[in-house]
């Protein structure tokens, strides 16, 4: 079957690093996606990996261990406005097509 | 210029009436997408498209009935609205094979059914 894990709720500081983890199981992996969404918002594509290692773009920075099942995004120099929800998602070619697997998200706060 | 654009942004009916939403992209995407946001935030596909041929129906009550009269557009309509019908619904639209590799959202219709 297919299943996405990720914590439900983060809190930081304005400043700091925060790193969140999310684990996949799916047949057909075709890319790992993260997504921002703030709230009445619709989700915004953030990074991209479909090969081991990190993907690094500005203050967010993306990894993937495909042997392990596992991702995380880490977000550098908190700022408020990153206060949102954080979708994990994976796609899966397993039914012939292409389709974006989602997870819960996570919803972080940070804090002044 | 809006890439994938779908209306209404707010609807509000009651129990039993039927109702339609409506997404278009701009994108020259081939594969276009319906998605269900409950009140827990899950991001749950329902249909996905490809060049206007059904491709994923995800176990989706019949009373759902998604149309693409062309690759550009993908509708839904939803008969004998129930209570539990209340999400907001987002259509999205991907290369598949060729170019970005994300899904592209539009802003989401609001539904709520009282």
């Known amino acids: 079957g297919q299943n996405i894990d990720q914590p439900t709720e983060m809190t930081a500081t304005e400043g700091a690093i925060v790193q969140i983890n999310c684990t996949y199981q799916?047949?057909?992996?075709?890319?790992l996606f993260w997504y921002q969404q703030h709230a009445g918002e619709a989700p915004t594509f953030l990074s991209y990996n479909v090969l081991d290692g990190l993907e690094e773009k500005g203050r967010f920075s993306s990894f993937l261990s495909r042997s392990k099942g596992y991702s995380y995004l880490l977000l550098k120099e908190l700022q408020m406005k990153d206060s949102a929800s954080y979708l994990c998602a994976v796609r899966d070619q397993a039914s012939g097509t292409y389709k974006y697997i989602f997870g819960t998200g996570t919803r972080l706060k940070v804090l002044a | 210029d809006t890439a994938v654009s779908q209306t209404p942004k707010y609807l509000v009916t009651q129990m039993g009436n039927d109702k339609s939403i409506k997404c278009e992209q701009n994108l020259g995407h081939d594969t276009m997408y319906w998605y269900k946001q409950d009140s827990k935030k899950f991001l749950k596909i329902m249909f996905s498209y490809n060049n206007k041929e059904l491709i994923i129906n995800e176990t989706v009550p019949n009373r759902f009935s998604p149309k693409s009269p062309d690759k550009a557009h993908l509708n839904l309509h939803i008969n004998s609205l129930e209570l539990g019908d209340s999400a907001v619904y987002f259509c999205?639209?991907?290369?598949?094979?060729?170019?970005?590799?994300?899904?592209?959202f539009g802003q989401g219709t609001r539904l709520t059914v009282v």
């Open positions: 799916t047949s057909g992996f075709n890319g």
């Open positions: 999205a639209s991907s290369q598949g094979t060729r170019g970005a590799p994300e899904a592209f």
